[in-house]
């Protein structure tokens, strides 16, 4: 499955953010593969290829951003957990080049120890243009997930906990879904089919993703008296579609 979420920001230079969910992340000129890296606990290193398949020079730079949730979102913090060798790319037409993803810290051990998260910014930088040459350039950031495993766990899993809820204003709902496992929650492909059997496609994309020990809040573009009919959501979950318990709160939040 191939998921593109792209956000354009009309500027001199254009940036296009993606969240994907395949083995290839495909850009005009700059190539990123894989999109997303883990790492067993005894494992020191991994890696992903840049390759470049335009006609002129592209230019990369590689950084490392702790990843954490809270109820606000996202949350991204500059970590030397993990080290990109080299930080800083320079590749021709048709050149490849394989980037070190390093582990610099211990991985997560203990009692209830879960997988650590991280963000691996790829950006393209700009090339400076020739002189007299007009229009807007054009230039890329990949956001790559990479998960590292706890000591002692042999495979990782998320353990969700559903619910919806009410907008104060009465008209719109909101999907809260907690991880109470040691691993991530990647969620797409949100559908509802309500007791009549009628099927709704709510997000057909990457929905997000939920860390453990995170809860994530989502609003659907539903009406509420879909949910209070009945019905179930389907979802696909780590890439394997499910049917969650999903616990509907008719109170406002």
């Given at each position: 499955m191939l998921s593109l979420c792209l956000r354009y920001l009309i500027k001199p230079i254009l940036f296009s953010s993606l969240l994907l969910s395949s083995s290839l992340a495909v850009a005009a000129g700059l190539q990123v593969s894989p999109i997303s890296l883990?790492?067993?606990?005894?494992?020191?290193?991994?890696?992903?290829t840049l390759s470049n398949t335009s006609n002129s020079l592209v230019q990369a730079q590689v950084r490392v951003q702790q990843w954490t949730q809270d109820g606000s979102g996202d949350k991204l913090t500059p970590s030397r957990g993990l080290l990109a060798s080299p930080p800083m790319i320079e590749l021709q037409p048709g050149e490849r080049q394989l980037v070190r993803i390093i582990r610099a810290k211990a991985p997560p051990q203990g009692a209830g120890a879960v997988e650590d998260a991280y963000r691996l910014l790829v950006n393209e930088v700009p090339v400076k243009l020739p002189e007299n040459t007009s229009g807007l350039q054009f230039a890329l950031s990949y956001s790559l997930p990479v998960?590292?495993?706890?000591?002692?766990?042999?495979?990782?899993?998320?353990?969700?906990?559903?619910?919806?809820?009410?907008?104060?204003?009465g008209k719109a709902v909101k999907l809260r879904v907690s991880n109470r496992g040691n691993g991530h929650a990647q969620l797409a492909g949100l559908n509802f089919t309500?007791?009549?059997?009628?099927?709704m496609d709510i997000h057909p994309g990457l929905l997000g993703y939920v860390l453990p020990g995170a809860t994530m809040n989502w609003t659907l573009k539903i009406p509420p008296s879909v949910l209070t009919s009945g019905g179930k959501f389907?979802?696909?979950?780590?890439?394997t579609q499910t049917t969650p318990d999903v616990t509907l709160d008719t109170n406002t939040r």
């Open positions: 883990s790492l067993q606990a005894r494992e020191t290193a991994s890696g992903l998960f590292v495993q706890p000591v002692g766990v042999a495979k990782t899993s998320p353990q969700l906990q559903w619910s919806t809820h009410l907008q104060p204003d309500d007791a009549a059997g009628t099927s389907k979802v696909m979950l780590n890439g």
